[in-house]
C-alpha cells in the first residue's frame, strides 16, 4: 500500500519534489545522492509525512517542531511565520512559496490547496507533473511556468 502523501509540514508542496518524482537527472536528486552517498536506485521519499523518508528530511527541525506541538501542520500554529518558516525564503528558491503555502493552507485547507498545487505544477499540454526546477517539460517541450531558475 502506497503511503505518498505530497503535503510537508512546512508548507512545501513535496508533489513537485524531484525526489519524490524521482527524477534521476534533477540538479537537487543529485545533490542528495552525494552528500548520502546512495544509489539513485537506493533514494527513496514518499513524502514529509510518509513513513519512507529521503535521508535529506528524515532529521527535519520544523517537522519536528510541528510534531512536538501536537500539530498537523505549521499552518495552525499561533506563532507561523515563525523565524523558521521567515528564513526558509533564503534557502532555496522553491521554498520562497512557504509562507503563502502556509496561509493559503491555514485559510482554505488542505483539500484546496492540494488541487491548487496539482494543477501549478501539472503541464497543461500533456498532464506530466513538473518539479520544481523544470521549465520546460521533458515529455512534450511544453512550458512549466511554475518552475524555478535555479
Ligand atoms: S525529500 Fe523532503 S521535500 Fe522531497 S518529498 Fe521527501 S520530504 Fe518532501
Ligand atoms: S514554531 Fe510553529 S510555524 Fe514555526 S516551525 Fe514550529 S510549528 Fe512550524
Ligand atoms: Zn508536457
Not at 513524502?47 to 532529521?59: A, H, N, T, W, Y
Amino acid at each position: 500500500m502506497s503511503h505518498r502523501n505530497p503535503e510537508a509540514f512546512c508548507g512545501l508542496y513535496c508533489g513537485a519534489c524531484p525526489v519524490y518524482l524521482k527524477r534521476a537527472d534533477d540538479w537537487i536528486v543529485k545533490i542528495v545522492l552525494k552528500e548520502h552517498g546512495l544509489a539513485f536506485e537506493d533514494l527513496h521519499c514518499e513524502g514529509c509525512r510518509s513513513r519512507e523518508l529521503s535521508p535529506s528530511c528524515q532529521d527535519c527541525p520544523t517537522r519536528d517542531c510541528a510534531k512536538s506541538k501536537g500539530l498537523d501542520s505549521c499552518s495552525s500554529c499561533d506563532q507561523m511565520p515563525c523565524t523558521r518558516i521567515a528564513g526558509f525564503a533564503s534557502v532555496r528558491p522553491h521554498c520562497k512559496e512557504v509562507a503563502g503555502n502556509l496561509t493559503f493552507l491555514r485559510d482554505k485547507g488542505s483539500d484546496a490547496w492540494l488541487e491548487a498545487q496539482a494543477f501549478q505544477w501539472q503541464c497543461k499540454a500533456c498532464g506530466r507533473v513538473g518539479s520544481w526546477y523544470e521549465t520546460v517539460c521533458s515529455a512534450c517541450g511544453g512550458l512549466l511556468p511554475a518552475g524555478y531558475e535555479p
